[in-house]
């Protein structure tokens, strides 16, 4: 059976690659945000709604701590695994798959572990009430069952992308989501199982997302296959993985701390309420952040195999309409944000307490998301081209170095807490970005000589 058609990252047109790549890669962070999203529009219909809302708000920080270490993998490999297609040599590149795909099982085994034996003190360690707690661990007990699907889901659906076949990568997502969709309401109001309704069919469609990734990439249709002899694990390629993952993986993971501590602030300065707007408007920050992931994945395949391969001229080319692509994003994203709260609270909420709280929480913690684009874009690509170090740095500075000390820092300087506590997000994300910006341009007037020497040297 003949391989499908991958793009072609070295010679190809640079805008066309990047629309070709990019947009399924879009299409599948969009559609996989519907699994978080879809499961809070019916679970903010419920009776209670408010407090079950709130209950997933506590978990989220733990179903958000599963994808990171599928990331860990996923986004530590894959741009290896490009470079490695770059330079020609795609046994090395297997390798790398295959020593992936045991790594993730492994991850998974001992999350799923470690997760269910402590899930009632992590709850309330993560901001669970008295009111909210047992919505949490209703969900986190079913949820956790499913572990290794979402990991294989997630952390494997990079190597199919990462080969240039996105739109294989986007209906793998799609499948799942899809199908957590059409389960949801099923599950939740006509089987009657509430929150363990919604987590019912989420494992369930991610199951089925990852028996199509797996179905790809040992299958005959794929230009990298996962082969018996890469799944015993080698210790330098594992290391390699691991520390060019870790930078993506504590993007992510951070998140987890942020939002416990979030969680934890809110609950003291606003109650209960507070913490059911941050679950909106973590879904909301979703819709920011993932559509921007997608087309950072989408640009990755191009800047790896064209770093790999010395192409700077095409790396260059590559970034300079990514940050344009991302900072436009953003711009307009964010600023629908701020003009038409309610919109978008109403999606979620029907009390009119709740959306009247959100709203205006929102046009204060997503004050200085507009010029995130360009965090974004400099930070994936340095991701992208290998540099493990620096990514870690400008992973670490935003949320762990700024966000979560503002977090606690500012009520007490404050009379009023909670609009303190909202506050951290716009401040710590303005001196991130301005940041990792100027970083960033150092790094790239050193790292690539002029447009006029490579032509030269390629002359020669």
Known sequence: MSKKKSADLENGSIGKLLVTLAVPSIIAQIVNLLYNIVDRIFIGRMPSGDLAMAGIGIVTPIVILVAAFSSLVGFGGSPRVAIKMGQKDNDGAEEILGNSFTLI????????????????????????????????????????????????????NPYINTQGFTKIGMMTVAIGAGLNIILDPIFIFGLNLGVKGAAFATIISQFVSAMFVLKFLFGNKTILKIRKKHLKLKKDVVLATLALGI?????????????????????????DIAVSAMTIMSSMMQMIVLPISGLTQGAQPILSYNYGAERYDRVKKAFKLLFISCLTFTVVAVGSLILFPGFFVRIFSKDPTLIEMTSWNMRI?????????????????????GQAKISLFLALLRKIILLV?????????????????????????????LTTTTLFAIFFKKKFPKEEVIIEAKAQ
């Open 405 to 433: 000390p503002l977090i606690f820092i500012l009520p007490l300087l404050m009379q009023d807490g909670l609009t303190a506590v909202l506050l951290a997000e716009p401040i710590a994300d303005i001196i991130a970005c």
């Open 365 to 385: 913690y997503f004050a200085g998301m507009c010029i995130f684009g360009m965090q974004m874009a400099c930070q994936q690509t340095f991701l992208s081209l």
């Open 247 to 271: 930078a993506p993986f504590i993007m992510q993971s951070t998140e987890s701390i942020v939002l416990v501590s979030l969680n934890n602030q809110l609950l003291k300065y606003g109650g």
């Open 105 to 156: 099982l492994l991850i998974s085994l001992i999350l799923t572990t470690v997760f269910y034996l402590f899930k009632e003190p992590i709850v309330m360690a993560f901001g669970g009430s008295s009111n909210t707690s047992q919505y949490a661990i209703d969900y986190l007990s079913i949820y956790l069952i499913g572990t290794v699907f979402v990991q294989i889901a997630v952390g494997m």
